[in-house]
């Protein structure tokens, strides 16, 4: 009787092939979004994906600005971060960063999906957000991705 090994393939740095995909944020909701976006970038949609390699694609995300936040998040979601110094707490509400740095709303969702490790802040590298229409990636020509 032949036995018969059956091995599971693991991706490497080797095999990994990466594509560039573009998302449009025009009426996007927020959480919904940022969720699918940080599945592509762990390779989650790839069937490749190995947890301990970044298997994942590089993202550019276009019209931050217009993304929507849905119930009454846009008065009550407050975004805070802390200096290190006593009395160093800075708080911010989401309409305020929406108008300031749209790209930080998007930016701040995405790495909280993301692996809290040295391999998650690889991924989040890969990840590109713009205020606007315009972004410099056009040499990489990203596919349209639409959710």
């Known amino acids: 009787m032949s036995k ?16 560039w995909y573009v998302v449009d944020g025009t009426n996007q909701t927020v959480g919904r979004m940022c969720a699918r976006i940080a599945a592509i970038l762990r390779g989650k949609n790839k069937a490749s994906y190995t947890p301990h390699v970044d298997t994942g694609d590089f993202i550019v995300v276009i019209n931050a600005a217009k993304v929507v936040l849905t119930g009454k998040k846009i008065d009550q979601k407050v975004y805070d971060h802390y200096t290190g110094y006593p009395g160093g707490r800075k708080e911010e509400s989401a309409a305020t960063l929406l108008k300031r740095k749209p790209e ?41 991705l639409k959710f």
């Not at 393939?9 to 092939?17: C, L, Q, Y």
């Not at 909280?112 to 989040?124: Q, T, V």
């Open 104 to 144: 930080d709303a998007i930016e701040r969702a995405v790495r909280g999906m993301l692996p809290k490790n040295r391999l998650g802040r690889k991924m989040f590298k890969k990840l590109f957000v713009y205020a606007g229409e315009a972004h410099p990636h056009g040499a990489q020509q990203p596919k349209e």
């Open 4 to 19: 018969l090994h059956f091995t599971t393939k693991h991706a490497n740095a080797a095999t990994v092939t990466r594509n």
